[in-house]
């Protein structure tokens, strides 16, 4: 058994800190917002009220924070977490933020001899009480072998991406190209319903065609198509839109300071702030499909 702290307890991360109870761990939990601290407790944590009490005794600590500056703020600024660690104790942030932020935090953690690693996730909040997510790690390959051995707890796929900051370029690429594929499955689908069609009959001609992808098969924006996805609950749960702007953002920074060229990537940056500002910032990225609606 080992002593985890588990520090950001909200739809991904409070789910993620009951997965490595249920595999035996001791989880000593924290979050800003009580109500967090106190669903955690009943799922079998230790209630903590500070960062301090969190990180007492922690052989591994885990993060999962909203922001680049929220994360920045606890290694590096007022949360000074990493004065509060023990010597030895492994540091890993789950959160989606900026690539320099973890290459930033990674020097300084490395010059009080503390390991840390970014370890980004994908597979969403279903993904997150299921244990199914994907890890993308960046950082030094003994301390994301270390890292497995936690992470496997909470997820069935641990990548090593390279070097620090690789977990977050990864992760944002990624959602980059599933902001593009949803927005295109979705203008898709609604021109087929314009022009007459059954939305799942389109659907499963396409899935069966060259058009097939991930929002298509397991996420299908549109309507009473597919059961237990946000399209069929109003758009409710999920992964929020405002959520999906921000690592939008983040690959627009990335490609701004590489020089990239992210033509798809801008416009789906540009559709995704539409919607957003439409009313939809707390619905699921998946009711884009509400932007090509007719009515």
């Known amino acids: 058994m080992t002593t985890i702290a588990f520090l950001g307890l909200g739809q991904m991360g409070g789910p993620m800190a009951l997965n490595l109870v249920k595999a035996g761990h001791a989880v ?26 969190a990180v007492q005794g922690a052989q591994v600590v885990v993060t999962m924070l909203p922001t680049t500056q929220a994360m920045e703020d606890l290694y590096l600024g007022a949360g000074d977490l990493l004065a509060l660690v023990a010597p030895g104790t492994l540091l890993i942030d789950s959160s989606t933020v900026a690539p320099q932020a973890p290459r930033k935090v990674a020097e300084a953690a490395g010059a009080k001899g503390l390991a840390f690693i970014d370890a980004p996730v994908s597979g ?14 960046g950082g030094d390959a003994a301390d994301v ?23 977050q370029v990864a992760k944002i690429c990624n959602n980059m190209l599933l902001a593009i594929h949803m927005a295109g ?17 389109l659907s499963e ?23 237990n996805v946000p399209a069929s609950r109003a758009y409710e749960g999920g992964f929020k839109t405002r959520l999906m702007n921000k ?34 910032e707390d619905l699921d990225f998946s009711s884009i499909q509400q932007l090509f609606a007719r009515d």
């Open 28 to 53: 000593r939990a924290y979050d800003l917002v009580p109500a967090a601290v106190q669903k955690a407790k009943e799922g079998g944590c230790t209630a903590c009220a500070t960062v301090a009490d």
């Open 124 to 137: 969403g909040v279903a993904g997150a009480a299921a244990g199914t997510l994907t890890f993308i790690c």
């Open 145 to 167: 072998e270390r890292a497995r051995a936690v992470l496997s707890h909470m997820g069935k796929n641990v990548f090593h991406a390279g070097g620090h900051g690789a977990g």
């Open 185 to 201: 499955t979705a203008e898709a689908l609604q021109l087929g319903v314009d022009n007459g069609l059954d939305p799942k009959t």
């Open 205 to 227: 001609i396409m899935l069966k065609s060259s058009g097939r992808n991930w929002s298509l098969e397991l996420y299908n924006p549109y309507p009473g198509v597919m059961d």
């Open 247 to 280: 690592d939008l953002s983040l690959a627009m920074e990335a490609a701004q300071a590489s020089g990239s060229a992210t033509p798809l990537g801008a416009l789906a940056r540009s559709l995704y702030a539409l919607h957003g500002r439409g009313g939809a």
